[in-house]
């Protein structure tokens, strides 16, 4: 489901830092771009909205602060002591959903007051969502969470920020007892209430333009409608929840929480083939809905009978082709349109290529380093699709390596029997301001950078094939 108590709905990636060789890799969230020349940082498109408490007092939705420095929200009127703020920093990082709920307490006993009551009421409610079965217990902890951001917001966040922010934190509470099925009437009204309160956010923030604004805030919106259509449903007011449902699968098209919600409805409503269509979406997203699966398998068990398991396997494979024609289009349409830096780089046999000398070809430059293990990992797949382009003379792969041991390269290259062309990346990993690894950069035919991709991705086969097809036919 979307809100856990542990990872953010975002898709996570592995990285290394390239200025701390040897350190282990790091697990993020949502990453952001390597600031190249003209090129204004930006936050990842893979960033779900979702809200997200930082451990600094302060409360912010990551989705929404596009370009935004944290300093705007950090304002004076609520200063943080650093005790509370070291301690409640050690209290996060407590595993047990026991112990961590008690030492909360302790903490709220000590510091009654605290300006850190948003964070604090959050984890709670996080820890005991996982560790309680008290839904008493649990929504008074929720409705003590909306209150204390509600104050924050009044406080601490910037105008146009105010409502999404609140909006987010109705929604999250609103959303656990809609999975629940208790406190219904209660989570109702929470989330019509975050209904209006996006509904009326019609400023657009500093540094983060219309289009940008309009897009985060009609996804906030489909995960409201998906809590209320959900809500609704568990209600039993099913024609309600279909119509909810409905536009928040407009909205969230690639969701398959909402798609299956939506399916769920759909069949309550004896509407077979529209469940269908909505669960075998579910089921084949980036992100799947496990339950999706068994669903369709009864459906289509219920309709077709002896030849269900022919019947769903054609159409799961129709599905997924759909699916990833959707991914594909979304993928290759987001561009960075930004000229690429120069650069000289000098193969391991010796020979110097230079970025003017590459005009005319679509180039893939992958800088890594021999000690980075998302690196390793992702070297099969760079190697595959390497081979798939090898005789095609637009296309010009580059390994840069930023080892500064450069007599390591060859021999781990050579023990892996990799074949695609290496190089030492030299000046280059500065030119283009490479902070983390792996991180690839794909170039057009006119020496303009369209795509990055910081960090491991398990698909990145499919991804940069994408990318060059559609830069190769240009």
């Known amino acids: ?47 779900r909205p979702r809200i997200r408490i930082f451990i600094t007092g302060f409360l912010i939705t990551g989705c929404i602060a596009v370009g935004t420095p944290p300093a705007v929200f950090a304002q004076d009127t609520l200063p943080i002591p650093k005790e509370q703020l070291q301690e409640l920093q050690a209290i996060a990082k407590i595993q047990h959903a026991g112990e961590q709920i008690n030492a909360l307490d ?53 105008p146009p920020m105010r409502n999404p922010v609140l909006a987010q934190a109705y929604n999250e509470v609103a959303y656990e007892f809609s999975r629940r099925g208790t406190h219904l009437d209660e989570a109702l009204g929470y989330s019509q209430q975050a209904l209006a309160l996006i509904k009326s956010s019609l400023d657009t923030p500093p540094n983060v333009t219309e289009d940008q604004w309009g897009a985060q805030l009609s996804n906030i919106r489909g995960q409201i409608l998906d809590t209320l259509g959900w809500i609704q449903f568990k ?6 929840a279909e119509r909810a449902l409905t536009n928040a699968a407009d909205l969230l098209p690639d969701n398959g929480t909402v798609l299956y919600h939506l399916g769920m409805v759909h069949i309550a409503l004896d ?34 009978g002896v030849s269900a398991g022919l019947q769903m396997k054609t159409q799961l494979q129709a599905a997924q082709t759909r699916a990833d024609a959707r991914k594909m289009r979304k993928i290759v349409s987001n561009r960075l349109n930004t000229e690429a830096p120069y650069f000289s780089m000098t193969s391991l046999g010796g020979e110097a290529v230079d970025l003017t000398g590459l005009k005319g070809k679509v180039v893939i430059i992958n800088f890594w380093a021999t000690w980075c293990p998302p690196c390793r990992k992702e070297m099969p797949d760079l190697q595959s699709l390497w081979g ?56 057009d035919k006119t020496g303009s950078i369209q795509y990055v991709h910081v960090g491991y991705r398990p698909d990145i086969k499919d991804v940069l094939t994408w990318e060059i097809n559609a830069l190769r036919k240009e």
Request: aromatic content about 10%; proline content about 8%; charged content about 25%.
């Open 235 to 240: 209600s039993q007011a099913r024609q309600d």
């Open 106 to 158: 302790r903490f709220l006993g000590i510091y009654p007051e605290t300006p850190l009551k948003a964070d604090v009421y959050r984890l709670q409610f996080l820890s005991r969502k996982t560790f309680t079965g008290n839904d008493d217990e649990l929504w008074d902890v929720g409705r003590r969470f909306v209150e204390a951001v509600t104050l924050l917001v009044d406080t601490r966040v910037p």
């Open 388 to 443: 798939s382009y090898q005789d095609q003379e637009d296309v010009v792969f580059m390994i840069a390596s930023v080892d500064q041991e450069q007599g390591k390269v060859q021999p781990y290259i050579d023990a892996n029997n990799y074949s695609f062309p290496v190089f030492y990346a030299g000046a280059a990993g500065q030119a283009y301001q490479v902070t983390s690894i792996p991180s690839t950069y794909v170039i």
């Open 1 to 47: 489901m979307r809100y856990s108590g542990t990872l953010p709905d975002i898709q996570t990636t592995e990285w290394c830092s390239h200025r701390n060789p040897g350190s282990p890799p790091s697990i993020s969230g949502p990453g952001i771009i390597p600031t190249l020349p003209g090129l204004k940082r930006q936050r990842s498109p893979i960033m």
């Open 271 to 304: 509407h077979t083939d529209q469940a269908i269509d909505a669960l075998l979406m579910a089921a084949t997203v980036e992100k799947p809905e496990e339950e999706a699966l068994n669903e369709l398998d009864r459906v289509f068990k219920d309709k077709y």
